[in-house]
């Protein structure tokens, strides 16, 4: 028998090696898996904790609304002390600060806003807002608490490529929002349009694993549900794409000048009042809260909270609400943000969007009115964010309706180019400047803004004004 038969050492050693290599290549995609599952657990279990929060509230309110006097100004003031206290990097909404971890060159202040600790402190804290009747959402903070756990499963696999490492707290991010909505796809495009920066990082697969395990995970516990029902409306081309242009004007103005105006307090207020705020942030934090109550009484109690109920009510033609609603929303959502508690804006924006759409909708009776409410929606949502493509994704998958697709992008990019107008850099990019500048003050910041927006040019087939940064 000849000797080439038998297998030589070095072949032993190459299948060995080979052996090896596909037994780590299984155990990293393991534990990928893992964080991913764990992501939509997460984001199911914040869910629930979210809606057991508005059940304490919606109790409150039933004893007396009056209450509400009580309990919003010492919510937010106990918010804002435990945030400022015990768990820096926990305020705002979640996405800003997901968007600076990716820009960030100091691995220690990373580690730091994307801890485990400060996740779950988000958790918390943001369900200490619900049930004070603060005016945010689940969604934003869900980014960052998915970031945070693909973070840690990164520093467990002990990657240290900053390539990879922020590869991981993109798709992180992205599981969060496709868990938090239950919409896969509008976390996809999530990802590249909001978080990605560049087109290695978009194309990541890694993203894509998790956004899918999240999602399965959020349906296997919870099931295949859509976060605002079923809609069936149709806008045919002709006279009902009226709709298209008041919506995106309407929606772009006022999700333009409500960024505008987020970004503006972001960067400091001036003078006497200003120098209050800096100095007695818990104050002013109750302060808030007494103002976010008043207008809960005003309204009735409708803008307490994410706003979820009224948008779903509104969206499937169930309630009708009068145009001080989206007003009122809108000005809790302002006076939520500026308390500076921990608490997204996603929810309160679809509130505010579906609310605005329901106005306009009475003008415009040759257009079915659930119609309009989806163009409003989703042209405010794209204005605030100025993410007309995941504005769209999102709507199109919470309502379950594709008939519709081709005039909430032409809504959604409508408003987008009037916010751009009032707001030149998008929300979330310039408050992640902010939150680098007042966490490493010698990072470049501005390269985050300019690479953020550069993300969105390409995604839309535009080229980059800027190469810098």
């Known amino acids: 028998m000849s000797a080439s038969v038998f297998p030589t050492t070095e072949s032993l050693r190459h299948l060995r090696e080979h052996a090896k290599a596909g037994t780590v290549n299984w155990r990293r995609k393991f534990i990928y898996w893992s964080g991913a599952i764990m992501v939509g657990v997460v984001a199911v279990g914040f869910a629930a904790l979210a809606d057991a929060a508005a059940h304490v509230r919606d109790h409150i309110l039933k004893i007396s609304p009056l209450l509400?006097?009580?309990v919003t100004p010492g919510g937010l003031a106990l918010s804002t002390w435990l945030t400022r206290t015990w768990f820096r990097g926990a305020q705002g909404s979640g996405i800003p600060q997901a968007i600076a971890c990716m820009h960030l060159n100091n691995n220690a202040i990373v580690d730091k806003v994307l801890a485990l600790r400060i996740a779950f402190a988000k958790i918390l804290l943001t369900c200490l807002g619900l049930l004070s009747g603060a005016s945010i959402g689940r969604e934003g903070p869900t980014v960052q608490v998915g970031a945070s756990i693909m973070h840690t499963v990164g520093h467990y696999m002990g990657i240290t490529d900053i390539t990879r490492?922020?590869?991981?707290?993109?798709?992180?991010?992205?599981?969060?929002?496709?868990?938090?909505?239950?919409?896969?796809?509008a976390g996809i495009v999530f990802g590249i349009e909001e978080l990605a920066h560049s087109f290695e990082q978009r194309t990541s697969g890694t993203m894509l694993t998790c956004v899918v395990i999240s999602g399965v995970t959020a349906i296997a516990l919870v099931g295949n549900y859509t976060y605002f029902g079923h809609t069936y409306s149709s806008v045919p081309v002709g006279t009902s794409w009226l709709a298209v242009l008041a919506c995106g004007i309407i929606g772009g103005l006022c999700g333009g000048g409500f960024s505008a105006l987020l970004v503006r307090i972001s960067r400091g207020i001036p003078g006497a009042f200003g120098a209050f705020i800096t100095r007695h942030p818990v104050a002013f934090a109750a302060l808030c809260g007494v103002l976010l109550a008043l207008i809960g009484l005003i309204s009735g109690g409708m803008t307490y909270g994410t706003g979820y109920v009224?948008?779903?009510?509104?969206?499937?033609?169930?309630?009708?609400?009068s145009a001080s609603f989206f007003v009122l929303k809108l000005l809790a959502t302002i006076v939520s943000y500026c308390s500076g508690i921990p608490g997204g804006l996603f929810a309160p924006s679809l509130s505010v969007g579906a609310g605005m759409g329901g106005w306009v909708a009475q003008f415009l009776p040759h257009t079915a009115p659930g119609a309009v409410v989806l163009l409003g929606t989703v042209a405010y949502f794209a204005a605030v964010t100025q993410s007309p493509l995941t504005a769209t994704v999102i709507v199109m998958e919470m309502c379950?309706?594709?008939?519709?697709?081709?005039?909430?992008?032409?809504?959604?990019?409508?408003?987008?180019?009037?916010?751009?107008?009032?707001?030149?850099?998008?929300?979330?990019?310039?408050l992640a400047?902010?939150?680098v500048r007042t966490t490493a003050p010698k990072q470049n910041s501005a390269s985050v803004v300019t690479a953020t927006d550069t993300a969105r040019q390409a995604s839309r087939g535009q080229s980059s004004p800027s190469k810098q940064g």
Do not use: E, W
């Open 68 to 70: 509400m006097l009580l």
């Open 400 to 430: 379950d309706n594709q008939q519709i697709t081709l005039a909430l992008l032409a809504s959604a990019f409508l408003a987008f180019g009037v916010s751009r107008t009032l707001c030149s850099h998008a929300l979330y990019g310039a």
């Open 310 to 321: 009224q948008a779903r009510d509104i969206i499937m033609g169930s309630d009708q609400y």
């Open 165 to 185: 490492q922020r590869a991981l707290i993109k798709a992180g991010g992205a599981a969060g929002v496709a868990a938090a909505f239950n919409t896969p796809l």
């Open 433 to 435: 400047v902010r939150f």
